[in-house]
Structure formats: C-alpha cells, structure tokens
C-alpha cells in the first residue's frame, strides 16, 4: 500500500514537473536534413561540384579515347614496336586508374568541407535564432520520436539561411 502512494506520489511530481518546465521553457526542432537540401547554398555549391564531375569526365574520356586509340595502332605494328606500345599502354591505364583515384579524392574533399561549413552555418544561425527568440532547447529531428508540428522551425531556419546567403 505504501509502495502504491509513493509510486503515486513520484508519477504526480514527475508529471508536475515537465509540465512546469514545459511551460517555462521554450522547445522547438529542426530537420536538419530538410534545411541542408532547400538552403540555396547548398543547391548551388552541387551544381558547381556537378560542373568539375562532368570536366573530370570529359578529360577521363579523353584518356580513355586515347588508350583505344593505341589499341587499335597496336594491331598494325610488328612485334619489336608492339612490345614498346603494349608499355606505352600499361602506363596509359595507369595514369587512368590514378587520374580516377585523384579525381574522387578532390571531389570528395571538396563535399566533404563544403558540407561541414554548411552544417556549421546552420548550426550558427539555429544558437542565434534560440538565442534572440528564448529558446530553452532546439533539437534536431533525428532525436525526436514525435514532435508537435507547432514546435518545427525547420521552415524559418530555411527562410533565415536563404535571406543571409541572398544579401551575400
């Protein structure tokens, strides 16, 4: 019986008590995944980063183009000039495979450093959006398991992160 009451007891406190904190502070949370894709900076960073994928295509091709080429002369030659081509060749799929390795390390690189300077904007303007709107916590919707839709500034986020990178 005494078990029951202060079980009872501990629940009403308990309940009390994130009522209380609710009410005295202010909770929002964002979907950082949502902002990082409509956040305008982001669409035009991939943009450019498509434009020296596809640069680094065509010079791939031409690289590619040019081993073929050699293939096919490969045919026509006698065997003292096809060995030294057969070399010429091997280097050719070498300088490739090490062109393709470089390739996807620069590129990655550079995703790599633009999307933690985005993540680091974003994260600046959330701290000063709680700050100046008294915010108590804003989480990321990744921790949530359910959130009032009230409670989303996902939205504003976007709209404050599209403004600055506007006025830039």
Do not use: C, H, P, W
């Amino acid at each position: 019986m005494l078990r029951k009451i202060f079980t009872g007891m501990a629940l009403a406190i308990f309940l009390f008590s994130g009522l209380a904190y609710a009410q005295e502070n202010k909770v929002g949370f964002v979907d950082l995944s949502k902002a990082f894709d409509e956040y305008q900076k982001t669409k035009d960073f991939d943009r450019e980063l498509e434009k020296k994928g596809d640069a680094k295509q065509g010079q791939r091709e031409n690289l590619v183009k040019d081993i073929r080429k050699m293939r096919e002369e490969i045919e026509l030659m006698n065997e003292k000039t096809r060995e030294k081509k057969e070399q010429d060749i091997e280097a050719k799929i070498k300088a490739l495979q090490e062109f393709d390795q470089d390739a996807k390390a620069i590129l990655t690189k550079e995703r790599d450093d633009m999307v933690r300077d985005i993540l680091k904007e974003m994260n600046d303007v959330i701290q000063d959006y709680g700050e100046k709107n008294g915010f108590s916590i804003i989480l990321n919707d990744r921790v949530l398991l359910y959130g009032n839709s009230a409670l989303d500034l996902t939205d504003e986020i976007i709209k404050i992160l599209n403004d600055r990178y506007a006025k830039k």
